[in-house]
């Protein structure tokens, strides 16, 4: 493992004794996978080690009510073929879900496992991977990009599914606002983050003064910031469920790709560390 203090090694036995300690509220099995990209040769090791590493898991943590998920290795699946077959004959029982290090490979998933929830690992990195990957079939995220935005002094503003009146130019709406381009008015705008946000950056300051404290290098910007972009990500999840749920989905995915551009700002400004 690559730690903050150089590469050590992980035990898989240290590794199942610590979630007596932490109980967490899931734990993905061990697995191996290198840092460069693996050759033919590596492929093979990786999805053995990992299948025992999953197997050494399951049994030691039977009975004791820690959800486990089982990792889907980066490699295409027929290379894995035998590993996830093992999982869907013998293991589906005792798992609480499937990660995936790519989301990409969900639909060549067999059909015994379809029940189990989907995590997926690979950090969509805007709104519109993001919807992308649910489409694919992803129930659990772990999402980068919100809290990237944060330390780039970047403020979301995209709501799902969003309108599509586009100007004359028929420019798409931006997804966030860079709050270090202070160029213009807007160290003098008074106006919220974003217009009609209930979050409580926005309820109790305006943007000239998240604009003030990130030019002072004041850490309340960064925390203001994030206080929103994560209210922005949850309206957003609020929203993608509600559209899955009236089966609108597909149709609210087009009308978000007519009204946001598909890239986040760039950084221009520096970030809180």
Known sequence: MLTSVGFRELEVNDFISSLSHLQPDAVIGMVDIPAEKAGKNRIPKMIDRTELWLETLLRITEG???????PILPVEIEQQRLYVQSIAEDMSTRLAGLAFYDSDLIPDMPSELESLPRLALDDPATPHSLLQAVARGVDIFTLVFPTEATDAGISLEFEFPGKTEVGEGGQRKPLANDMWATSGVMKVDTRPLVEGCNCYACRRHHRAYVCHLL???EMTAWVLLQLHNLHVVEL????VRKSIANGTFEEDCRTFTVAYEGEMPKQTGGGPR
């Not at 004791?64 to 089982?70: C, I, K, L, Y």
């Open 64 to 70: 004791s009510g820690t959800p486990v998920f089982a």
């Open 215 to 217: 030019a002072a290098k």
């Open 236 to 239: 957003f999840f609020n929203a």
